[in-house]
């Protein structure tokens, strides 16, 4: 690391934590923290960690922030996106655009009724529209690749609506965070 | 000697053993159950054929292959061999009276004539008419270790031709794909190919990744499919025999659904590599790619009209999965199916040009034929989730996928709907059937 990239670390760092500082104003005041008994290291840092700061890559595995959530469910023999699942997208977008060298793969599924290759292509397009959003969210079209499994990797196996509603689904998987 | 058993060898390469040098054997056998009989099967004897003393035997008796045959197809109820009171093996030594007695309408029976090598010979066969006496064919055939099996197919589907008037489909094979473990670590999808009978089950390929959408040559020795080995969807075409394997179409996106024209020089697919699923032709000779749809909707599921000019493939076009037909040069792009809010997957009688279909609405997918002279659709399976019809290449019988709780199992109904049939595995969840044309 040359000395000019540490010095933009360093700037990135002091935004960071600026922006952490002035969210926790907006915050109700919490109260003092009491005196804790001596506490390892780490925490220290993952208390820092604000869950909606989407360029922050340890809030992939923060499960208090929406980039945690990888899943978008669709409806039978449908491909929009719901609106309960526009923030997921939202999240992942400002993530890619944060984060250029990152790579995503979205992989489309479908649940079990009508024909294979029809829902291969459902998977496809399920896929496609969730990537049309995160470009209109200014993610880049090259971070983000689309393969479609159709119905051929259920998470659930019952013939019951329960469970093909987890079926129908389109996960984000990065392949490079 | 050496060249006796070289033009013996040459005579079989095509029967089943150059399929046993690719590929292992699969473990389970698929058992194939009746499950709606037929008024007015065919009372018929298959007497067992008389081998003598030969040393060359076959692996199964003839009579047991061909009565099963004929069984299976619903059309004929065989007389069980215990019952039989004579076991003549040609024509002159049929007593008519003792055949009328055990109301056996007809009577099928053959003997071995080894030849010089002790090795191969010919099956003798002959069919004959009690009521009339009539001797209504006798033949022969060249046979062989490793061949009688696929003769005895053979002679069955003579008999069926002969006492129903349309071809056999015995002497066939089907594909399907078999999944062990799903869900787990160690899932594995597997392509086998078996008898029509569901004897000889072979793997010719297997992954972790999942393997789709099997498709026969018009030859009966290549199989396209789709596979995901690289985590991407590939066309592949393997040759079952020699195991070479050819990937057609890797490009973005999708490339699934393969579909070889009548004559075999084609392949129609579904590819996405535009953005969107649309049918595309390859010619397999010089790789030339001609696109034969342009719609933002999902096109899929080529399926070739018997003479090659028209494709019939499944668009959400009008907002729901229709059957629709494209010209071979991608003109004259006309709906096919107007019935039910969901038409997909479609499959091409061989034989008198019917098609069958998935059938469905949101609570049941249904096979379905339709007859596009009389407009008329009638539905054949009662499941909730059958796919993947299949013609038999006689065009009697439509193998489809169906599901018996979390586990998939093959099924067959006839095409008048009267007669269906269960194909199940002992374990492992099959599906994707695809019956070959007949073995020559």
Redesign the interface.
């Known amino acids: 690391m040359n000395f000019a990239s540490k010095i933009f670390l360093v700037l990135v760092l002091a935004l960071v934590l600026g922006a952490c500082a002035t969210d926790t104003r907006d915050v109700p005041p919490a109260p003092e923290p009491e005196p804790q008994p001596t506490q390892p290291s780490d925490p220290v840092e993952v208390d820092r960690v604000n869950p909606t700061d989407f360029a922050d890559s340890r809030n992939l595995d923060n499960p208090d922030s929406t980039l945690s959530q990888r899943e978008i469910y669709f409806e039978?023999?449908r491909s929009d996106v719901r609106p309960e699942y526009l923030p997921i997208v939202r999240a992942h977008a400002a993530y890619l655009r944060a984060n250029p060298s990152a790579r995503m793969l979205l992989e489309g599924h479908a649940d079990?009724?009508?024909?294979?290759?029809?829902n291969?292509?459902?998977g496809?397009?399920r896929g496609?529209s969730v990537l049309d959003l995160m470009r209109a969210e200014g993610a880049s079209a090259g971070q983000i690749e689309?393969?479609?499994?159709?119905e051929?990797?259920?998470v659930c196996?019952?013939?019951s609506e329960s469970c093909w509603e987890r079926n129908r689904r389109v996960e984000i998987v990065y392949t490079a965070r | 000697m050496y060249s006796n058993v070289k033009s013996f060898l040459n005579l079989f390469t095509t029967a089943s053993l150059a399929l046993l040098l690719v590929s292992g054997a699969a473990r389970a056998q698929l058992q194939i159950e009746i499950v709606d009989g037929v008024e007015g099967a065919l009372p018929i004897a298959v007497v067992p054929f008389d081998f003598g003393n030969a040393e060359m035997q076959p692996e199964t008796p003839i009579h047991e292959v061909i009565a099963a045959d004929l069984q299976r197809s619903g059309l004929f109820d065989p007389l069980a061999v215990t019952d039989m009171i004579d076991r003549p093996s040609r024509p002159p030594e049929v007593k008519l009276g003792t055949w009328r007695l055990l109301k056996v309408d007809y009577v099928a029976m053959g003997r071995w004539i080894p030849g010089s090598d002790g090795l191969s010979g010919e099956i003798e066969y002959h069919l004959v008419a009690v009521h009339s006496g009539r001797t209504l064919f006798s033949r022969a055939i060249a046979a062989g270790p490793g061949a009688f099996r696929l003769r005895a197919h053979q002679i069955a589907d003579a008999i069926y031709e002969e006492l129903t008037g349309a071809p056999g489909a015995f002497a066939s094979r089907i594909a399907y794909v078999q999944v062990t473990g799903?869900?787990t670590d160690a899932e594995q999808f597997e392509l086998i190919v078996a008898d029509s009978d569901g004897h000889n089950p072979q793997t010719i390929v297997r992954h972790s990744e999942?393997i789709?959408?099997p498709a026969w040559g018009p030859e009966g020795r290549r199989l396209a499919y789709v596979s995901?080995a690289t985590?991407?969807?590939n066309v592949v075409i393997q040759d079952i025999y020699t195991g070479q394997r050819d990937v057609i179409a890797d490009g973005r996106?999708?490339n699934?659904?393969p579909a070889f024209s009548p004559n075999g020089d084609l392949l129609a697919m579904?590819l996405?590599r535009s953005?969107?699923?649309e049918i595309w032709v390859r010619t397999l000779a010089t790789g030339r790619m001609e696109q034969l749809t342009e719609h933002y909707a999902?096109?899929?599921?080529p399926a070739w009209s018997r003479d090659g000019r028209n494709i019939f493939f499944?668009s959400?076009r009008a907002g729901?999965?229709q059957i629709y037909s494209v010209r071979r040069d991608g003109t004259n792009i006309e709906r096919v199916t107007f019935e039910g809010e969901?038409n997909?997957?479609v499959s091409v009688d061989p034989y008198s040009g019917l098609l069958a279909m998935?059938h469905?609405g949101?609570a049941n997918?249904r096979i379905a034929v339709l007859d596009r002279e009389s407009e008329r659709l009638r539905v054949l399976s009662p499941g909730?989730?059958d796919?993947?019809p299949s013609f038999a290449p006689n065009g009697r019988m439509v193998l489809y996928a169906t599901?018996e709780g979390?586990k998939g199992v093959l099924a067959a109904v006839s095409v008048d709907g009267n007669f269906r049939q269960r194909l199940v595995l002992s374990d492992g969840d099959v599906r994707?059937p695809a019956w070959s044309p007949l073995i020559q």
Request: proline share 5%; glycine share 14%.
């Open positions: 039978f023999d079990e009724r009508g024909s294979r290759e029809y291969l292509g459902l496809e397009r496609n689309v393969v479609s499994y159709g051929e990797r259920p196996r019952q013939s | 799903a869900g999942p789709m959408s995901f985590g991407r969807s996106g999708i699934g659904a579904s996405s953005g969107n699923s999902i096109d899929t599921e499944t959400d729901r999965p969901y997909s997957r998935v469905g949101q997918f909730r989730m796919e993947s599901r979390e994707e």
